[in-house]
């Protein structure tokens, strides 16, 4: 199938997994892995797919990020019916290649290789968000579950954090300050806790809850986890 760019596993129905693959297109799995289909009718030919982003509260949506060589094509598409097609929902006026996707509800944030684009209508149209993300590649987005408000970007510089559903972004004064941070994910049993895979520095992990009860006046300890 060659190179792998992206892999989701449906937090809902976790036997659903979605793959894509540089030369190959998108496939999709309904019994974890054992066997897969192409999931491909209603994207461009030429379409990569860099990330998936399955919604966490209607099982049947899934969100792709389409990266195209024309630009009419790269934007957002959207599955309703598990990946069975797709719809493209708007082109993404970016002069960088896309490398993230996350979703909360019709809000959409997309990283891209120039900075952090956001949609609060599904894709259908975008904003590039101001201040600290613009100019950094943004390779991961992480929404907290529980307060979805506050959002973490994992950049080509350190993270950034977002406690107003991306409309202004700080950089967390915790974890891997100024290293590039390649992938963000929350602990799946305990949303406190933050995960940051690194580029050449290893993984971190962080204790976000002083951060979620609105304390930003601390500086939280991040604890290296492997190298």
């Known amino acids: ?31 974890a892995g054992d066997s897969w289909t192409a999931s491909r009718s209603g994207l461009p030919a030429t379409a990569s ?4 982003a399955p919604s966490r509260t209607d099982r049947s949506v899934i969100s792709i990020a389409v990266s195209a060589p024309n630009a009419q094509d790269r934007g957002i598409s959207i599955s309703t019916n598990s990946g069975s097609d797709w719809s493209f929902r708007g082109a993404l006026s970016t002069q960088g290649e896309l490398r993230s996707l996350a979703v909360d509800g019709s809000a ?5 290789t120039d900075g952090l684009y956001i949609s609060s209508n599904s894709g259908v149209s975008w904003t590039r968000a101001s201040g600290a993300t613009e100019g950094k590649a943004v390779r991961s987005i992480a929404i907290h579950g ?3 408000a506050y ?50 520095s290893g993984l971190y992990r962080c204790n976000l809850a002083p951060v979620i009860s609105g304390d930003d006046s601390l500086v939280f300890p991040d604890v290296p986890v492997g190298s």
Not at 10 to 29: E, H, I, K, M
Not at 191 to 199: D, G, P, Q, R, V
Request: net charge negative; aromatic share 12%.
């Open 151 to 200: 959002i973490f970007a994992g950049t080509s510089s350190g993270i950034y954090r977002s406690a107003n559903s991306g409309q202004d972004w700080l950089a967390f004064p915790a974890g891997p300050f100024d290293l590039s941070v390649d992938q963000l994910h929350f602990d799946a049993r305990n949303e406190t806790t933050l995960y940051a895979a690194t580029i050449g």
């Open 1 to 31: 199938a060659g190179v792998a760019t992206a892999v989701a596993v449906d937090p809902v129905r976790t036997q659903n997994v979605f793959a894509s693959f540089l030369s190959d297109g998108l496939y999709r799995s309904t019994n």
């Open 49 to 52: 797919i860099p990330a998936i």
């Open 108 to 112: 959409l944030y997309a990283g891209a």
């Open 146 to 148: 529980e307060t979805p």
